[in-house]
RNA sequence: GCCGGUGUAGCUCAGACUGGUAGAGCGAAUCCUUCGUAAGGAUUAGGCCAAGGGUUCAAAUCCCUUCACCGGCUCCA
């Protein structure tokens, strides 16, 4: 292929190259493709990177043409709702000073300072945007040199700060750049790399939801910020199912949920530590027991230890420094005035199972044919974490692990941890989750040397590859002791939160000196998998009640059939039916109170029990009962023992709804 | 931890700006009602207004401190 100065090639969705003269942007590509495309161009994407329509491209890239079609609009869209933000704060708060306003997946922000308003003045505010947007105006981009810029922002210290780095080529920036590019709409002027629409009339709907507070670059060491968040959509529509989408994710909030079914509490005398009330702890011990059997079918045997130890312990491990660093670890000096001794003993609350582990592993000699050796263990834990982190029972400071540590040989690494994922994929699956698998690799302050990471690296890439589902990368995100790879669950509101983990570390078997003989009659290092299949019951169970909406299935729900008698005369009947769902093991009651039987209905559909059974004198008569679910369906004449079957088959299928009533 | 907000009955919230005897609905208890597929009626009980300090003749209300929670930031299972 010849390739002259004058032009470069770029490459389009199609597959399809295309050759244009140097220096030609994004919109003239799009023309060269057709005229309609060009007049339609917002945006281009090149090698996926959005940039502005009036960039140039450059030799070899990939580009992709953003119309109002194009998902990426709406990023577009919001980026100048950004703009249009800050305008309109700029209106009403003439000394503010302009920080950054980029968008969101949910929407955009802008960080202000010197701007102190509260949420009554929202509404305000989203005015003066509508009116912004109703006089259309034109947004406008300029290309300025280093030095013009330079004037244009002074007096704007974010800005400057901004605009020094894109000059000094630190933020991203890969060659000398000589030019910046400013947006303008009306009086408005913002230093931009862009891209935005045409004009401030293309933004279809705006809202502003909340202000919260920051800080310049998210440093706490730096200036506080107020920076006001709002989402901007092509329409009214579209920004009403928004909202509605929120109210639900609100609606299915754990801590609202949980408090309306009683399941558990968090005191203000023990922030961050979880308290189970019985129908919570009925939730608990379901899934313990479920994970009891995969940890059974894994191999691996259950054990206890304890949740206090002397620090020594945390201290071999690496632990202590690690947690101590960022006060995390609960630790004191037991004064020790019994004895009399000068110093008391240092104790701490084991942040993590792995150190009982080892002591087990380690109190005999072992051979490599005990290998794997596992250990599992509900393991309770103590975390300091700071108290603006602590949320309902997705974060917390004491939590338990469905915890699990196997020592392996080299050799076994990957079968073990392709095991592994495939019955935490198995697991995730029975709650109806949609899981995505990330690997993480070596953080900065990590332990142990460079080849032990690459080479652990290197095992669970192929276990994920063995897999076969796909894996995201997250750099970084590792463990101190070792890579991990992360299952990810996504929750009501579409945050993601790790549940299963599973980590190599080659670490801590060195720090604590561990070893098996080898067929060779040698002392061999083993390495350590740590993992856990639903994280934590803590979160697991938080992740569950917004998932579900409360709605549990079954084999979950904390009561799983109620009983509603119509009057006194059947309350006998009405027992001996719950004693025999007790009898089965079910959860049932009798609603026995002097309700009527719309009032008893309302109360079953309110507590989310899954099965109601309506008996009245009629039912007792033909030996019958009459079925209703929570799902506002019913079913006459049903005979109580087929009932009780299809419960039990429900139940043991681990099915998500409740389907005896389905056609 | 930082920034902002909130804390009143078991729950959801009025009352606070402008200091002067603490309110409602739901829930609970009791009684009446004995009921056929999402709220029958009546009565009663429930609060050291988060905790501590201050201002005042007088504080739920104004000020300060602490604690907890909520939303962000940052950090994690």
Redesign the pocket.
Known sequence: MSRQESSVTVELPDGNTLDVPSGTTVEGVAYEIGPGLGDDTVAGKLDGELVSKADPVYDGATIEIVTPSADEYLQVMRHSAAHVLAQAVLRRYPDAKLATGPPTEEGFYYDFDGVDV?EDELDDLVAEMESILEDDLAIEREEVSIEEARERVAGDPYKEEILEDLASGERGADEDIETVSFYSQGEFSDLCAGPHVASTGQIGAVDLR??????WR?D?DEA?L??VYGTAFESESDLEEYWERKEEAERRDH?RIG?EMDLFS?P?HS??CVHFHPDGMAIRRELEEYIREKNDELGYEEVWTPELNKTDLWKTSGHYEHFCE?DEMFHWEQASARTESDEGDEYGLKPMNCANHVHLYQRERRSYRELPKRYSEFGTCY?N????????ML???G?TQDDGHAFVRRDQIQSEVTRTLEVIDEVLDDFGLDVTFKLETQ?DDSFGDDALWERAEEDLRSSLDALGEGYEVEAG?G?FYGPKI?ADAEDAIGRE???G?VQLDFVQPERFDLNYVGEDNDEHTPVMIHRALL??F??FMGVMIEHFAGRFPLWLAPEQVRVLP???EVLGYAHRLKNDFHADGFRASVADG??????K??RA??ENVPY?L?V????EAAGTV?V?DRA?R?G?DVDPDEFREHLRAEREEKRLDPDFLDE
Do not use: C, K, Y
């Open positions: 509260d909340e202000i919260a507070a920051t800080n998210g706490e506080p107020t920076r801590r408090r968090i203000d922030p961050g960022e975390r974490e700071r108290s603006g982190e602590l949320s309902g974060r917390v400071r939590f953080p995100e463990a992360a939160w790790t549940v983990t994280g934590t803590e979160r119509l009057n006194e002097d309700d009527t039987l719309q009032r209905i309302r559909h309110d109601m309506i009245g004198p009629d039912e009459s209703r506002e019913e006459r």
